[in-house]
């Protein structure tokens, strides 16, 4: 393959995953509007028509908005790729009289930050308009500028870790060995599993006050459900959720000793503790079904087809020429993540979502088989329904494309069996 071909190829793909990208969220747009008035007979008890429209409502405007800030961001890339402005920027940071390594950083530092700049508008629309006109957002200004700057903080860091290693290893004059590629893999599946030790132990409290749980009596009781099931974990704690939205969550988090679950406060406030309770075996089911470690294991197989595929991409001339640069290893290391985690795994996301769905389904059902009745899951998924206005009328090609989850209607129903 050639730079023309590469060039061709990757614009084709990347065109092809725009139209399919806007042409999904025209059909749930459509479908969303078209079941709109349609409440199921599960949620006639709890949902009123008002209320319906309502959900539905804020579904279609996150749809509206995703899909501008998804065009926006697409044709940026292509725009900063394809046209001169690559070369230049590349050949600036060349330029620079510094070691390759901070070359390399600097390179990347300053594509995170433009882009991190260039989505704040789009971020601060989202939470203070489009969740605050639906009663969800809690964020001051400054609350929010603060988890902004925390985020660009740890990402950066976290990027200069993996990236010092790639450089480290792989150097400046870059061939293809099949030593590179299992020393690369390696010691980045190091780095993902420390990443994923570390979260709830150091990352997490960045962004959250975590807290042990002041209701006694729900304490007891969820305690009493991790010795019927056997899963160990390092602890149970409440997050600060309230002080930035209404959402509510539950999840489990960190592997090996650091396994933690994460109770949202706004979980605690307004929901029963036989709900609390449900939800909490279903994040128990997640670690006793090994859902975490099988997620882990696919994220291991990615990495290894993603290091295998940076190598052979690295080594060839085609992609240097395709954007007119010269064969420098940073700048075409950017490219090649755009072109395998962008595009490439775009077209198998249908695969990952079905699979995320069957361990969710799985988890239900281990809560019902622990509390001994899907009552008290069901009955917090109607709340989530209403509270969350969470879509149950996507369109099923949609669903199927990006849901991780099942849609809180079908976990419902499927719970009845």
């Known amino acids: 393959m050639n730079g023309v071909q590469f060039k061709t190829f990757f614009l084709l793909l990347f065109t092809i995953k725009i139209f399919i990208k806007l042409g999904l969220d025209l059909m749930n747009y459509c479908y969303l509007k078209k079941h709109a008035a349609i409440i199921p007979a599960e949620l006639a008890t709890v949902i ?30 292509l725009f900063f790729l394809f046209s001169p402005l690559y070369s230049i920027y ?95 893999w390696l010691a980045t599946v190091l780095l993902v599993v420390l990443l994923m030790y570390v979260v709830p132990i150091l990352m997490l409290p960045i962004f959250y006050q975590l807290k042990a749980l002041v209701n006694e009596t729900l304490t007891a009781n969820i305690s009493e459900l991790f010795s019927r099931s056997g899963l160990k974990v390092r602890g149970i704690f ?42 909490t075996a279903h994040e128990i089911g997640h670690g006793k079904k090994g859902h975490l470690f099988k997620l882990m294991s696919l994220t291991i197989i990615e990495l290894f087809l993603f290091i295998l ?35 490439l795994t775009f077209f198998v996301q249908p695969l990952f979502s079905s699979y995320s769905r069957t361990l969710e389904y799985e988890a239900d059902d281990y809560s019902k088989q622990l509390l001994g009745s899907g ?43």
Request: net charge neutral.
């Open 90 to 184: 590349t050949n600036w940071f060349v330029s620079f009289p510094m070691p390759y390594l901070f070359q390399g950083l600097l390179f990347f530092f300053t594509i995170h930050i433009t882009t991190w700049i260039l989505d704040l508008p789009f971020d601060y629309f989202f939470h203070f308009r489009i969740e605050a006109r639906y009663g969800f957002n809690k964020y001051t200004r400054k609350l929010w500028l603060g988890d902004q700057l925390k985020s660009i903080f740890v990402g950066s860091l976290v990027s200069a870790v993996i990236l010092s290693l790639f450089f480290l290893l792989w150097g400046e004059n870059f061939i293809f060995n099949w030593s590179y590629v299992f020393i690369g």
């Open 375 to 417: 009552a008290p899951l069901q009955s917090s998924f109607q709340k989530l329904i209403r509270n969350e206005m969470d879509n149950i009328n996507p369109h099923p090609w949609y669903e199927a494309y990006y849901y991780s989850h099942p849609t809180l209607l079908k976990r419902i129903q499927a719970l009845n069996h």
């Open 48 to 77: 009123a028509t008002e209320q319906m429209h309502r959900i539905n409502s804020y579904n279609i405007a996150k749809i509206i908005f995703h899909s501008g800030r998804f065009l926006f961001s697409s044709l940026l890339l």
């Open 238 to 279: 409440s997050a600060d959720e309230s002080k930035k939205s209404t959402h509510a969550n539950a999840l489990i988090t960190g592997i090996g000793r650091s396994k933690t679950i994460i109770l949202f406060d706004t979980l605690l406030e307004h929901y029963s503790d036989e709900e609390i309770l449900a939800m």
């Open 309 to 343: 595929f940076v190598s052979y991409f690295l080594a060839a001339d085609f992609p240097y020429q395709a954007m007119g640069i010269t064969k420098i290893l940073y700048s075409g290391l950017f490219a090649a993540y755009i072109f395998f985690f962008d595009l």
